[in-house]
């Protein structure tokens, strides 16, 4: 039997633990006491909008398809070289894990509409996507993703936003793009 026949049905894990589960993780609109909370897990009380919950749910979905979709990205690069992905992980996961610690100064960028390119100008990270697509086509690996990144910071840039950091991209996000059109 592969793999996949043997994953769970979806809905009855959270975030990779069943459901009731005490690490199972969600999030909930509703008004409820924590004792309701607590055994389900570690929920987050997101407020009265019932659909809030949902909203959450789907944009850490989000979140993790990037984060999953990238590192694939890298194992594929790595592959090619003869490194196999039980190895590159330990890797990869320090790299999340440090760029996640930017997120809080990123969402200040965000919510002030200031982005002062404090670490690099979105400039500089278009020309490293370009070098990320360029090693990906060299190598015969897929740069289909990288050059979603790069069209994006392309129109941002075209937009006169080069010189300021990556979050800057939220314009670019909150608007439908060029296939959506």
Same mark, same amino acid.
Do not use: N
């Given at each position: 039997?592969?793999?996949?026949?043997?994953?769970?049905?979806?809905?009855?894990?959270?975030?990779?633990?069943?459901?009731?589960?005490?690490?199972?993780?969600?999030?909930?609109?509703?008004?409820?006491?924590?004792?309701?909370?607590?055994?389900?897990?570690?929920?987050?009380?997101?407020?009265?909008?019932?659909?809030?919950?949902?909203? +959450?749910?789907?944009?850490?979905?989000?979140?993790?398809?990037?984060?999953?979709?990238?590192?694939?990205?890298?194992?594929?690069?790595?592959?090619?070289?003869?490194?196999?992905?039980?190895? +590159?992980?330990?890797?990869?996961?320090?790299?999340?894990?440090?760029?996640?610690?930017?997120?809080?100064? +990123?969402?200040?960028?965000?919510?002030?509409?200031?982005?002062?390119?404090?670490?690099?100008?979105?400039?500089?990270?278009?020309?490293?996507?370009?070098?990320?697509?360029?090693?990906?086509?060299?190598?015969?690996?897929?740069?289909?993703?990288?050059?979603?990144?790069?069209?994006?910071?392309?129109?941002?840039?075209?937009?006169?936003?080069?010189?300021?950091? +990556?979050?800057?991209?939220?314009?670019?996000?909150?608007?439908?793009?060029?296939?959506?059109?």
């Amino acid at each position: 039997m592969g793999r996949a026949a043997r994953r769970p049905l979806p809905g009855r894990r959270r975030h990779g633990r069943p459901a009731g589960h005490r690490h199972a993780r969600g999030g909930d609109s509703a008004q409820r006491p924590q004792a309701d909370f607590d055994a389900l897990g570690t929920v987050t009380q997101l407020g009265a909008d019932h659909g809030l919950a949902s909203l +959450y749910d789907v944009a850490g979905l989000a979140m993790m398809w990037s984060v999953l979709s990238a590192w694939l990205q890298g194992t594929a690069l790595l592959r090619t070289a003869g490194v196999d992905a039980v190895t +590159y992980a330990p890797f990869a996961q320090r790299i999340a894990a440090g760029v996640a610690d930017w997120l809080p100064g +990123y969402a200040e960028q965000i919510d002030s509409g200031s982005f002062p390119a404090e670490v690099s100008a979105l400039e500089t990270d278009a020309r490293a996507m370009a070098q990320l697509i360029e090693e990906s086509e060299a190598v015969g690996v897929s740069a289909e993703l990288p050059k979603l990144f790069k069209a994006m910071a392309d129109r941002s840039i075209a937009a006169g936003h080069g010189g300021e950091q +990556y979050p800057v991209l939220i314009e670019e996000f909150s608007r439908p793009g060029p296939a959506d059109d």
